[in-house]
């Protein structure tokens, strides 16, 4: 363990490093020592500094490791000790220095339970993010003769990971794609994307119209749900969006299964929302009424880009509450590529939050060149 001045030195260095509202928090600690011994010099005997000194340990048990919240405790404690012995002790004195010297004990434990469960919390959400970064790869540049990104972006670091999806596959049929998010969160949701992905692989090669995949993947996800029995049973559903791009035909079909429109970005920067002339329930939902797939074509001419991508995005929100819309944020805009589209949707959306998002986000951007 460290000297504890060299641990108190090495916590406002770090704490200095951060932005201001995060930096007044983390000096917090070593201003309530400075400002109990400034209560002291200042006040009459009978007024007491040590709800200062105690107040300290307690607030470095969080923000701290373990040198630094041992640090604020031995400071506090000497700094308790130091304004005693300025006068004759009595009972008082001995009371308030215990007082000190028990608390900083507690801030050592509290630190140790409150870095034990970050651990856990840390180690799960990596195993978590690793298992859905294994069934969601980044696809190659360009399949079938069309320009490709994808990016998965997870949210803040105390958010539970989603079930957002997408997969790419290049068809007889032509290159078809599906972006979707799968209700729930955590290694549930996991589990489920990789049998909406498993199904969608599978059915893209085989099926030969995109109403038969949606019905491969509406199929595979009831079946998940079962398998699990319970609530989940009635529960398991994601809402969806795939394409198909024909090749060598200048058009794309759409099936939605109530998922975020798709965004047309046209090379000349003018912007269209792909809304479904009819909605349809998500994937997993069938069974609550007949509601046939029916693609619907649109042209998709040379230059232009597809976006899609989950709620993550347009429900991403600011200090205000107000959310990201991206038709509204890209229109008349123009990208040199795919890859520059998803690039400044991330950097506008952790702006836009603070980085604070609540939601991940999957986006896939494919652009006819």
């Known amino acids: 363990m460290r000297h504890p001045v060299e641990a108190a030195r090495l916590s406002c260095v770090r704490a200095l490093?951060?932005?201001?509202?995060?930096?007044?928090?983390?000096?917090?600690?070593?201003?309530?020592?400075?400002?109990?011994v400034v209560y002291d010099h200042f006040t009459p005997r009978g007024f007491t500094p040590i709800p200062f000194f105690t107040a300290a340990p307690l607030l470095a048990a969080p923000l701290y490791p373990l040198a630094g919240t041992v640090a604020i405790g031995v400071v506090s404690f000497l700094a308790a000790l130091a304004v005693s012995l300025q006068y004759r002790m009595d009972a008082d004195d001995v009371t308030g220095i215990v007082t000190v010297a028990t608390v900083a004990v507690l801030a050592v434990v509290i630190n140790r339970l409150v870095r034990r469960s970050d651990a856990r919390l840390a180690s799960a959400r990596e195993i978590a993010e690793t298992a859905q970064r294994a069934v969601l790869p980044e696809p190659v540049e360009a399949i079938g003769g069309f320009d490709i990104a994808a990016r998965y972006e997870a949210a803040q670091a105390d958010a539970f990971i989603g079930g957002d999806l997408y997969a790419?596959?290049?068809?007889?049929h032509g290159v078809?794609?599906?972006?979707?998010?799968?209700?729930?969160?955590?290694?549930?949701?996991?589990?489920a994307v990789a049998v909406v992905i498993g199904a969608f692989r599978e059915?893209?090669?085989?099926?030969?119209t995109l109403e038969a995949?949606?019905?491969?993947?509406?199929?595979?996800?009831?079946?998940?749900?079962?398998r699990r029995g319970g609530t989940d049973a009635r529960e398991e559903f994601a809402t969806a969006v795939l394409v198909e791009l024909p090749h060598g035909d200048g058009t794309v079909r759409i099936v939605n299964r109530g998922h975020p429109a798709p965004l047309l970005l046209r090379a000349d920067g003018s912007l269209r929302a792909l809304e479904p002339r009819q909605p349809a329930l998500p994937?997993?939902?069938?069974?609550?009424?007949?509601?046939?797939?029916?693609?619907?074509?649109?042209?998709?001419?040379?230059?232009a880009t597809l976006l899609l991508y989950t709620d993550g995005l347009s429900e991403a929100r600011d200090a205000r509450g107000v959310f990201y819309d991206p038709a509204e944020r890209l229109s008349g805009r123009t990208f040199s590529g795919p890859r520059a589209l998803l690039a400044t949707l991330v950097d506008?959306?952790?702006?836009?939050?603070?980085?604070?998002?609540?939601?991940?986000?999957?986006?896939?951007?494919?652009?006819?060149?």
Not at 348 to 369: F, N, Q, S, W, Y
């Open 168 to 172: 790419v596959q290049n068809t007889p």
């Open 17 to 36: 490093a951060q932005p201001l509202p995060i930096l007044l928090v983390h000096v917090l600690p070593v201003l309530l020592v400075v400002a109990g």
């Open 348 to 369: 506008e959306v952790e702006r836009h939050t603070g980085g604070g998002a609540m939601d991940d986000m999957a986006l896939l951007a494919v652009r006819r060149p």
């Open 213 to 226: 995949v949606a019905q491969r993947l509406e199929r595979a996800l009831t079946r998940e749900g079962t």
């Open 283 to 303: 994937l997993g939902m069938g069974e609550l009424g007949p509601w046939p797939d029916r693609a619907e074509e649109i042209g998709f001419p040379g230059g």
């Open 176 to 191: 078809r794609l599906v972006v979707g998010d799968v209700r729930g969160k955590g290694m549930e949701a996991v589990a």
């Open 203 to 208: 059915a893209a090669e085989q099926e030969a």
